[in-house]
């Protein structure tokens, strides 16, 4: 591949991670939700806001320790994937977890960024998966459950 094509690559998944390009973004899909509706599960659907941000939150997490160390051991599927409460503590859970998925998003765009990341070389302590793999799983997981956020925000009356 030659250094442009890498280029050009390497913005092509930081826009696909970062931007909304066919889709809501995060950005769009957590602002301005009223608190009380953090822990509403809307007939019909299977989730709350809460337990969907933190599904984010915790599935892209684990996917960019995966890509960055070895050692890193994932949570036990799918328990250790999404929250056992419908509601967060409190406003400041959110808060946090939003920041959370905010800085690992941020962490998984600069490694993207990074030109001594080889996007193609197998990840240690993996089986076969690249960090181009993993920046196109976050996007596609990302893509799939911020618009089940936006469809459960629909549902409560809460979104456009």
Same mark, same amino acid.
Request: cysteine-free; charged content about 30%; proline content about 4%.
């Given at each position: 591949?030659?250094?442009? #094509?890498?280029?050009?690559?390497?913005?092509?998944?930081?826009?696909?991670?970062?931007?909304? $390009?066919?889709?809501?973004?995060?950005?769009?899909?957590? &602002?301005?939700?009223?608190?009380?509706l953090y822990g509403k599960v809307p007939k019909g659907a299977e989730h709350s806001p809460w =337990?969907?941000?933190?599904?984010?939150?915790?599935? $892209?997490?684990?996917?960019?320790?995966?890509?960055? #160390?070895?050692?890193?051991?994932?949570?036990?599927?799918?328990?250790?994937?999404?929250?056992?409460?419908?509601?967060?503590?409190?406003?400041?859970?959110?808060? &946090?977890?939003?920041?959370?998925?905010?800085?690992?998003?941020?962490?998984?765009?600069?490694?993207v960024r990074d030109p001594k990341t080889d996007l193609f070389a197998k990840i240690p302590g993996?089986?076969? $998966?690249?960090?181009?793999?993993?920046?196109?799983?976050?996007?596609?997981?990302?893509?799939?459950?911020?618009? =089940?956020?936006?469809?459960?925000?629909?549902?409560?009356?809460?979104?456009g």
């Open positions: 591949m030659t250094d442009q #094509n890498n280029v050009a690559l390497r913005e092509h998944l930081v826009k696909l991670l970062t931007e909304g $390009q066919a889709h809501a973004t995060f950005e769009d899909a957590v &602002k301005d939700m009223s608190p009380e =337990q969907l941000l933190e599904h984010l939150r915790i599935a $892209q997490w684990d996917i960019v320790e995966f890509s960055r #160390n070895e050692k890193h051991e994932s949570p036990k599927w799918p328990e250790g994937y999404w929250p056992k409460e419908k509601s967060p503590a409190d406003e400041k859970a959110w808060d &946090k977890s939003v920041r959370a998925f905010k800085h690992s998003l941020k962490e998984m765009v600069d490694l993996g089986d076969g $998966q690249t960090i181009l793999r993993e920046a196109l799983l976050i996007a596609d997981h990302n893509a799939y459950h911020v618009g =089940q956020l936006v469809l459960v925000r629909r549902l409560l009356g809460a979104w």
